[in-house]
Nanobody, 119 residues
Framework: QVQLVESGGGLVQPGGSLRLSCVVS????????MGWYRQAPGNTRELAAQ???????NYADFAKDRFTIFRDYAKNTVYLQMNSLKPEDTAVYYC?????????????WGQGTQVTVSS
């Protein structure tokens, strides 16, 4: 019964910052590779950043130099620090366990948190 719960989204002005959190329960967090994804209206879901179970990090081009992914093992939480936000960053942001699936074959996703960048 692994669960992911995102929080931290909201409304910010262009150039502002936001820190998203994803709390993982019901699994061995240290063994999970975690990803942050985003999905804007009318678009497909796209990977923003990934941090593996051994600490390797990958970013999408749009996230490089602006977003930082990190994890706190004591809190079973993965974060996405988002700086210099742009209107095109507006989307629902989801976290996902990258290296496992549920028994029925579905992916392991949180419920999402809305980020809106607007003046």
């Amino acid at each position: 019964q692994v669960q992911l719960v995102e929080s931290g989204g909201g409304l910010v002005q262009p150039g502002g910052s936001l820190r998203l959190s994803c709390v993982v329960s019901g699994g061995i967090f240290s063994g999970f590779t975690m990803g942050w994804y985003r999905q804007a209206p009318g678009n497909t879901r796209e990977l923003a950043a990934q941090i593996t179970n051994v600490g390797s990090i990958n970013y999408a081009d749009f996230a490089k130099d602006r977003f930082t992914i990190f994890r706190d093992y004591a809190k079973n939480t993965v974060y996405l620090q988002m700086n210099s936000l742009k209107p095109e960053d507006t989307a629902v942001y989801y976290c996902r366990i990258e290296n496992y699936r549920r028994a029925n074959g579905s992916g392991i996703w949180g419920q999402g948190t809305q980020v809106t960048v607007s003046s």
